[in-house]
């Protein structure tokens, strides 16, 4: 789980490292797995994911089950910025993934 700030001079990114999803985004279960005060547990807004098919995966369902705003999925590891953009993906959609890549580049 990494959460960035979302505005201020100082941009730092903190991370917590899950094998679940329900530790890095639902609080009274990070509170039960993470030892010590953690100023993130819980409350993750990036997720990554260790292959394109587990994204894609996760990706969907945040979407779909929480109504939550899913942007990507941005792949790393390539020389340029890449993302692979679903065939229903919506113009709102393309349009902030394709910012996210642009600025990347």
């Known amino acids: 789980m990494i959460l960035r700030p979302s505005?201020?001079?100082h941009r730092v990114a903190l991370a917590h490292a899950y094998k679940a999803a329900n530790g890095a985004l639902a609080p009274e279960?990070?509170?039960?797995?993470?030892?010590?005060a953690s100023p993130v547990a819980g409350r993750a807004?990036?997720?990554v994911?260790?292959?394109l098919d587990a994204g894609n995966i996760g990706y969907k369902?945040?979407?779909c089950m929480?109504?939550?705003?899913?942007?990507?999925?941005?792949?790393?590891?390539?020389?340029?910025?890449?993302s692979?953009?679903?065939?229903?993906?919506s113009v709102e959609d393309i349009v902030a993934t394709a910012a996210i890549v642009l600025a990347r580049a």
Do not use: E, I, Y
């Open 84 to 89: 692979d953009l679903s065939r229903s993906a």
């Open 61 to 63: 369902l945040t979407q």
């Open 66 to 82: 929480a109504g939550a705003r899913a942007v990507g999925p941005v792949l790393q590891g390539f020389a340029r910025p890449v």
């Open 7 to 9: 505005c201020g001079a």
């Open 49 to 51: 994911f260790p292959d």
């Open 29 to 36: 279960v990070a509170a039960k797995k993470v030892k010590g």
């Open 45 to 47: 807004n990036v997720l």
